[in-house]
């Protein structure tokens, strides 16, 4: 699987950004997807998580109530609306591949590039 994306950038805290993570490849093997991310110092983040189905959808505390993970099976495309941005949101977003189990936890695969955003102050 090829994971590819797009639309991050700079903008001032408040504002909203929306990710897309475009893959191709062997995209009917893929069970769930997420997004992570990881800022200067610090370890990659799993920031939201969505099923194949995309009925079922998981985010960090941190995010939760601002961020919503979504797919779009026919594009073979996952988002990520960013709503209310803050400056400690600032970090490289990375688009993943895995696999979500029916406890919660999600298993990292694939990655994309990472695609910077940038939350000014």
């Known amino acids: 699987v090829q994971l590819v994306e797009s639309g991050g950038g700079l903008v001032q805290a408040g504002g909203s950004l929306r990710l897309s993570c475009a893959a191709s490849?062997?995209?009917?093997?893929?069970?769930?997807m997420g997004w992570y991310r990881q800022a200067p110092g610090k370890q990659r983040e799993l920031v939201a998580a969505i099923t194949s189905s995309g009925r079922t959808t998981d985010y960090a505390y941190s995010v939760k109530g601002r961020f919503t993970i979504s797919r779009d099976n026919a594009k073979n495309t996952m988002y990520l609306q960013m709503n209310s941005l803050k400056p400690e949101d600032t970090a490289v977003y990375y688009c993943?591949?895995?696999?979500?189990?029916?406890?919660?936890?999600?298993?990292?695969?694939?990655w994309g590039q990472g695609t910077q955003v940038t939350v000014s102050s």
């Open positions: 993943n591949a895995g696999f979500l189990a029916s406890s919660g936890k999600y298993y990292s695969g694939s």
């Open positions: 490849g062997s995209t009917v093997s893929i069970n769930a």
